[in-house]
């Protein structure tokens, strides 16, 4: 009930495509889910993040869409350039027990020149 | 100030030595965490600080040790570490409890343990 299960493992694009990473979870008591991007030998770092009360969320080029009742959420990369070469790691948490974050098992993309 | 600040960045250590992670955060967050993380694999929660009490230890060996000295210091103690402890240890922190919002997370700590 506590996994976030995270596909595909692994992703190659060219410049300028659409990337998408997909998520899904069992626990419905989840309501808080993020999107970290981690780059070789850095901690990851909040993209984007996401409420169950919402749809859809955009900021720049990411995405997140999010099924409540297929209990599942994905990120879109618009127009992805070679920069966003990284691991990308979906997690979920409760808000009331903010402190237990479970992460997905990551998705290593990269976007070629 | 939107950092959390580890050191050291790398640390070799031998199986007997004892040696400590250092982490910092200045933006008034109440809790801490400390993370495992192997390569190609996602962070690993290890112990979770709240308001300076250890609230969560994920079953982790005794040979791991942390500390929380005051609301912006968190250290891992390390003694009679293993090979397989070998990896990245990353340090975060949040506002707290109850409170939804993002994990911040340190560069990390690359330990080796030969």
């Known amino acids: 009930q506590q996994q976030v299960k995270q596909s595909p493992q692994s992703l190659i694009v060219q410049k300028g495509g659409i990337p998408i990473i997909n998520c899904a979870y069992e626990n419905t008591a989840f309501d808080y889910f993020p999107w970290y991007q981690q780059f070789p030998g850095k901690g990851p770092a909040l993209l984007i993040a996401i409420r169950p009360d919402v749809s859809e969320k955009k900021e720049g080029r990411f995405t997140i869409s999010f099924n409540k009742s297929a209990k599942q959420f994905s990120l879109h990369i618009m127009d992805s350039q070679p920069g966003d070469s990284a691991t990308y790691f979906c997690?979920?948490?409760?808000?009331?027990?903010?402190?237990?974050?479970?992460f997905g098992p990551g998705t290593r993309l990269s976007v070629l020149p | 100030d939107t950092e959390v600040t580890q050191t050291p960045k790398h640390l070799v250590m031998g199986m007997t030595n004892k040696k400590s992670l250092k982490c910092e955060q200045h933006?008034?967050?109440?809790?801490m965490y400390w993370y495992k993380q192997k390569a190609k694999k996602p962070p690993e929660l290890m112990f979770v600080y709240s308001y300076e009490k250890l609230s969560i230890n994920e079953s982790v060996p005794s040979r791991f040790s942390p500390e929380c000295p005051n609301s912006s210091l968190l250290n891992l103690h390390l003694h009679a570490l293993q090979p397989e402890d070998s990896a990245l240890y990353l340090c975060?922190?949040?506002?707290?409890?109850?409170?939804?919002?993002?994990?911040?997370f340190g560069e990390g700590s690359r330990l080796t343990v030969l």
């Open positions: 975060a922190s949040s506002q707290g409890q109850g409170v939804s919002g993002e994990l911040f």
């Open positions: 997690a979920a948490s409760r808000v009331l027990n903010g402190q237990n974050f479970v």
């Open positions: 933006m008034g967050h109440r809790a």
